[in-house]
């Protein structure tokens, strides 16, 4: 009764409903607000503070930018969502704060695009080498199998690309990586393929800002040759899986295009199976499957094979009951 009082106290301003409406369209940072409200920062800051620790909104800290979504759990994210559906579809001043965060969007998007188009030479020569993406995807949603995903977290999520590609079987999805660039990619991309319960976030695949057992299903694409410490990430990807929970590895097989290394910055030329076999036990996965798809025929004779791995973390050994007594 408390958190629900302290929801409904939180909301009851027209600027904070405002709020509530605008960030159930996605994340959104000070500034951004401050632009489509035409409201002081400090002012906006207050009342952002205020459904945050009412537990309407949540916030988290992306560099030099704190980004704020709708709640998505507990009572406050419920309260929230019921009051965005009650609002009026027809309301002038929503409809045009609407319109100022897709200029805002656009804005974003145009940047995205400027920046992909300054790199995708070398995104497109690589993809000539090996079996299309459309393909690769498609065998790691057949290789995934039919069980349900709660939360999929993708590690080195790039262009968001493997999100948008499960987008349909989680329940709620996290991409994270270590370029704000790919990022921001990400997130244009997200929004125009209308994926609302996707989540984009920088972090550093050694240190995952999540906490033991956290998501059920985890997603390596194309990373780990280009790390220093692969067996390292593979370990911090099992600490956030929960019992049962299942990782599922796509890199190269190993090759010797020594080029790669130089023109993209690949710090492996793949990935041998052995190697993955001893990373994957040391991190105490157990590895299901590990398939390979070839890559096209090429008249000089070279391309890259690659490799899926699907591994999973042991079943909890407490009872079901017991569980649900626990809870």
């Known amino acids: ?122 995104w497109e020569q690589l993809r000539s080498l090996h079996v299309r993406e459309e393909d690769v995807e498609q065998a790691m949603v057949r ?64 240190a995952l800002p999540f906490p033991d057992g956290f998501a059920d299903f985890v997603t390596i694409h194309q990373v780990l040759h280009f790390l220093e410490d692969p067996a390292r990430a593979l370990a911090e990807a099992a600490r956030i899986l929960t019992p049962g929970g299942r990782l599922l590895i796509v890199d190269f097989a190993p090759h010797e295009l020594d080029e790669l290394r130089a023109e993209h910055a690949h710090r492996r030329l793949g990935i041998a199976a052995e190697h993955m076999a001893q990373w994957l036990t040391r991190a105490g996965l157990s590895l299901t499957q590990h398939e390979v798809l070839p890559p096209p025929w090429r008249p000089q004779g070279k391309g890259l094979t690659v490799s899926m791995w699907l591994a999973s973390t042991a079943p909890s050994t407490v009872p079901v009951s017991l569980k649900d007594r626990a809870t």
Do not use: C
């Open 143 to 206: 290789l995934a199998g039919s069980a349900p995903i709660r939360l999929h977290v993708d590690l080195g999520t790039g262009t968001g690309a493997v999100l948008r590609r499960f987008a349909s079987r989680a329940q709620q999805s996290v991409g994270i990586d270590s370029s704000r660039d790919m990022l921001a990619i990400a997130r244009v991309s997200l929004e125009a393929a209308g994926v609302r319960h996707a989540q984009i976030r920088h972090g550093e695949i050694y």
């Open 1 to 122: 009764m408390d958190e629900l009082l302290s929801g409904l106290r939180a909301a009851a301003e027209a600027t904070r409903v405002r709020i509530l409406f605008l960030l159930a369209h996605g994340e959104a940072n000070v500034s951004e607000l401050t632009q489509i409200l035409g409201q002081s920062q400090p002012r906006v800051s207050r009342h952002l503070k205020l459904m945050a620790e009412a537990g309407l909104i949540s916030r988290h800290k992306e560099g030099n930018w704190v980004l704020f979504r709708l709640r998505e759990e507990d009572m406050g994210g419920a309260l929230a969502r019921a009051i965005v559906d009650l609002l009026p579809g027809s309301d002038a001043v929503l409809a045009g704060d609407l319109a100022r965060l897709e200029d805002i969007r656009s804005r974003r998007a145009e940047e995205a695009a400027r920046y992909f188009a300054e790199n995708a030479a070398r």
